[in-house]
Every structure is written in structure tokens, then in C-alpha cells.
């Protein structure tokens, strides 16, 4: 069966790479997502063995999963039936929801500065914070996303501007409170200086990817997942044979194929005649892709169909995070 290799060695590299731009206690690992592909609680657990501390993740069933590893988990989007436990805090994405979350939960306002997503506008802070208190309700932090940190565009700066003073003027209100403030995710994290802030939203860096404009220094990250799958079957064809769906691979010589256990039905993104791409030793991936087999000449008992899912990512005209997002979680996952 296809298994994902998750490198533990290339993980801890990754969070000291990072912690050379922000202390090792403000990292927020995303988790959102199966961990983007990696499986979240595997990937949990190698993030607290190297003393990670908050997690953030997409929905309270994430949450329950994790709650156990950190001192703090978000969760970015849902609301719960019953008030969560006290490390757990409900993302508020919609005033409109601040009455609907059950009493006594801890929450955090997000704000939406320019990426016009999700978030309370700035103009309805006072109304939202008088709801938080109105509904029995714990702030415990206030955040913004910023809608371009990948591109050197000016609307980082511009965001950055209006969430600082949105935060000096919770600060004021509530000087006796503990909240806290957060806007960077990954790209924003080697751009801007997060001193002034408690928290990073880190998902893809942890993984081993980032994208940064121009004038940046990429940090030197390395991949933790690699996916390997197993050998189906192998066979001799001979020269003008075709291979697959459609016989568009045309053997030049006679060759050995053999076909292995992944597949778009597994969550690996499909290739064909127009989109083309290789393992990770540099053989090519022969014809088309199907739900549950790809062919690579040669006839080893198993390969490792990507170790960086750049180049897929490039070939499928994408981003790092839909190649990786998209694994299936039933995947073996194995921790080295």
C-alpha cells in the first residue's frame, strides 16, 4: 500500500529555521486540514516533542483531536453545541455568530483589514466587543489575514497599519485583560517584524514550502512528507506498445514497466498527455494517471512518487498546498 514518509529530522530543521525570525513560544502550528495532507496527529505529536505550543485548526472536531498536545488550539471556523474546554477558543468570523456561541466560551475577534473574507469590519469593533460581553463571552485574542503576504504589493503594510491600531486601542480598553494579537501566517513571518505581536499563524513553512516576493531571502526549508507507493505488477512491453487509459505513452524500445498503488482516486492529482511530471529520482511518470495506478519503467518493489511537490504543483498550474491537502487521510502515515 502507499504510505507518506514524515521526516522528523527535516521538521525540527524547519522550526529552527524559523525560530531565527520569532522566539520558539509564538508559533501557532495551522493543523487545519489533516495537517495540509500530513495527518494531524501525527504531526501534532512531532510538534510537541520539539515544544510547540499552540495549534490552530479548521473545525472543533480538529480540536478535539489535538487539544490534548497544546497549551492553546484556535479554531478558525464553526461554531460548537457546548462551551469547549478552557485551552480551546472559537474564531469569531461573522458579528452576526457572537450570539450564537455558547456562554463562557473563549473566542477571538477577527478583523478584517483588507482581505474581505471573512472578519468584523474595522468600523464595528465597539459593537462586536460589546456583543463578546453582552454574551458572557471570553476575548482572549484579536487577529487579521493578510490577503497578499506572497506578493510585493503594498496591502501587507496597508493591512499591518489598521490592525495595529485596531490593537492599541483593544489594548487600551482592556489593559487589565490577557488578549492577544496576531496577523502574520508563513510569508509573514520572514517579512515583517512580529516582535510587537504574541503569536504566528505557521502552517506551510512547518510543512517545508514557502512563497515570498521578490527582495525577500527564501529560508532554508526542507519537505517533511514524501509519498512512496508499492509495486502492483510489472511486465515487458515491447517497442510501439502503449501504456494506460487512452495508449498515449508509446514505448520507443522495448522496456520494462511496472505500475504502482497511487493514483488521482488517492488523492494524487491527475496527468496525461498535456500535464507530465516524474517521480522523485527523475523517471517519468508514462501516460495517464488513473484512480489507482501510475506506471514508471523499471520494476522496484516500491518508489518515492514525490519527496517536493513543487514540480507538481508547477505541472498542475497550482500552489504547494492543494498538492499536499489533497492526499487522502486513509494514506499510512509513518513518522522517521
Request: proline residues 2%; aromatic residues 8%.
Amino acid at each position: 500500500m502507499s504510505y507518506c514518509l514524515l521526516n522528523s529530522k527535516n521538521f525540527a530543521h524547519n522550526i529552527s529555521e524559523i525560530t531565527q525570525y520569532i522566539d520558539i513560544d509564538k508559533i501557532a502550528f495551522v493543523l487545519k486540514n489533516n495537517a495540509y495532507g500530513h495527518g494531524i496527529l501525527e504531526m501534532a505529536e512531532l510538534a510537541q516533542k520539539n515544544s510547540i505550543k499552540h495549534a490552530i485548526v479548521i473545525n472543533y472536531q480538529e480540536a478535539e483531536k489535538v487539544k490534548g498536545y497544546f497549551a492553546s488550539v484556535l479554531v478558525l471556523s464553526g461554531i460548537p453545541d457546548d462551551k469547549p474546554l478552557d485551552n480551546v477558543s472559537i474564531a469569531i468570523n461573522d458579528i452576526r455568530d457572537i450570539e450564537k456561541i455558547p456562554s463562557g466560551t473563549s473566542v477571538e475577534l477577527k478583523i478584517d483589514t483588507g482581505m474581505h473574507r471573512n472578519g468584523v469590519l474595522p468600523e464595528d469593533l465597539d459593537k462586536a466587543i460589546d456583543l463578546i460581553d453582552r454574551s458572557n463571552l471570553i476575548l482572549t485574542g484579536v487577529f487579521t489575514h493578510f490577503s497578499n503576504a506572497f506578493e510585493n504589493d503594498g496591502s501587507v503594510e496597508i493591512q499591518k497599519d489598521i490592525f495595529d491600531s485596531i490593537m492599541e486601542k483593544v489594548k487600551h480598553e482592556f489593559f487589565n485583560k490577557k488578549i492577544r494579537f496576531h496577523c502574520a501566517s508563513s510569508p509573514g513571518v520572514f517579512r515583517i517584524d512580529n516582535s510587537d505581536y504574541d503569536i504566528a499563524r505557521i502552517g506551510i513553512a512547518m510543512y517545508g514550502y514557502v512563497d515570498l516576493p521578490l527582495g525577500f531571502d527564501l529560508p532554508n526549508l526542507k519537505p517533511v512528507l514524501s509519498l512512496w507507493s508499492e509495486k502492483i505488477s510489472e511486465r515487458l512491453i515491447r517497442e510501439g506498445q502503449g501504456v494506460g487509459y487512452g495508449q498515449i505513452f508509446k514505448a520507443k524500445q522495448d522496456m520494462v514497466i511496472s505500475t504502482y498503488d497511487i493514483g488521482y482516486g488517492n488523492g494524487f492529482f491527475r496527468l496525461d498527455e498535456k500535464k507530465k511530471s516524474k517521480i522523485s529520482d527523475g523517471r517519468d511518470i508514462l501516460g495517464r494517471v488513473s484512480m489507482n495506478n501510475i506506471a514508471v519503467e523499471g520494476n522496484d518493489v516500491e518508489v518515492c512518487v514525490f519527496s517536493n511537490v513543487e514540480g507538481l504543483a508547477l505541472a498542475h498550474e497550482t500552489i504547494s498546498y492543494e498538492i499536499l491537502c489533497r492526499l487522502d487521510s486513509s494514506i499510512e502515515k509513518r513518522i522517521i
